[in-house]
């Protein structure tokens, strides 16, 4: 399985802006298939947003919808996840996921990702 390196999260007020990148230790392919989760203090790991293998198709969880963007580099294969207009209710700790062959045709469980980023924290805070 691939290994995963995310970049620092960090800390932003209310309406402002973070990118997360997550770096593949080798290249990945084209038919590999990125998640975004995240995890806030005693919840679940929540499906964010996801971008599918081949077609670069992109999917989010609804309270992200217009305000997060996710997106593969298509030179480097990093995947990133731009986000705007960030809400206290965004705070948590987000990890990167990837699955070779993985269709994804919309929200997925955490469970179909085989390899993991180490996690970033991201604090929205007045």
């Known amino acids: 399985q691939v290994q995963l390196v995310e970049s620092a999260g960090g800390s932003v007020q209310p309406g402002g802006s973070l990118k997360l990148s997550c770096s593949p230790s080798v290249r990945a392919s084209s038919s590999y298939s990125w998640g975004w989760f995240r995890q806030a203090p005693g919840s679940e790991r929540e499906f964010v947003a996801a971008?599918?293998?081949?077609?670069?198709?992109?999917y989010y969880r609804n309270s992200v919808k217009g305000r997060f963007t996710v997106s593969r580099d298509k030179v480097n294969g990093a995947v990133h996840l731009q986000m705007n207009n960030l809400k206290p209710e965004d705070t948590a700790v987000y990890y990167c996921?990837?699955?070779?062959?993985?269709?994804?045709?919309?929200?997925?469980?955490?469970?179909?990702?085989?390899?993991w980023g180490q996690g970033t924290q991201v604090t929205v805070s007045s």
């Open positions: 996921a990837a699955a070779p062959y993985l269709v994804i045709t919309g929200p997925c469980p955490k469970d179909y990702f085989g390899s």
């Open positions: 971008i599918r293998g081949n077609d670069g198709h992109t």
